[in-house]
Nanobody, 124 residues
Framework: QVQLVESGGGLVQAGGSLRLSCTGSGRTFDRDAMGWFRQAPGKEREFVAVISWGSTIADYADSVKGRFAIFRDNAKNTVFLQMDTLQPEDTAVYYC?????????????????WGKGTLVTVSS
């Protein structure tokens, strides 16, 4: 069974940091682009960041540029999202996704595989 499992969410004060992880199982994702989306209460899911399989391309939503960083460890089948200077508006469930290319993930609203999400809550 192919799975993506997110971890690292939690409650943090504004200005703080969290690092999310997403680990794949059931297949390797070392030739897939991987990304992060988020969904805040009452809002639609939105793109956050994406990284190519070889880490040569990384792309971010304007709202997180300069604060978030995506990186991956293919040996561990894991992608990370380092989130710094968190703000209350970053509060959301964060989802990991894997797909063929970075353009596919960002342009199509995600890839072929999804995790179940991890909740990030930023208090003011």
């Amino acid at each position: 069974q192919v799975q993506l499992v997110e971890s690292g969410g939690g409650l943090v004060q504004a200005g703080g940091s969290l690092r999310l992880s997403c680990t794949g199982s059931g297949r390797t994702f070392d030739r897939d682009a991987m990304g992060w989306f988020r969904q805040a209460p009452g809002k639609e899911r939105e793109f956050v960041a994406v990284i190519s399989w070889g880490s040569t391309i990384a792309d971010y939503a304007d709202s997180v540029k300069g604060r978030f960083a995506i990186f991956r460890d293919n040996a561990k089948n894991t992608v990370f999202l380092q989130m710094d200077t968190l703000q209350p508006e970053d509060t959301a469930v964060y989802y990991c996704t894997a797909g063929t290319t970075t353009s596919t993930i960002r342009g199509s609203g995600g890839g072929d595989y999804w995790g179940k999400g991890t909740l990030v809550t930023v208090s003011s």
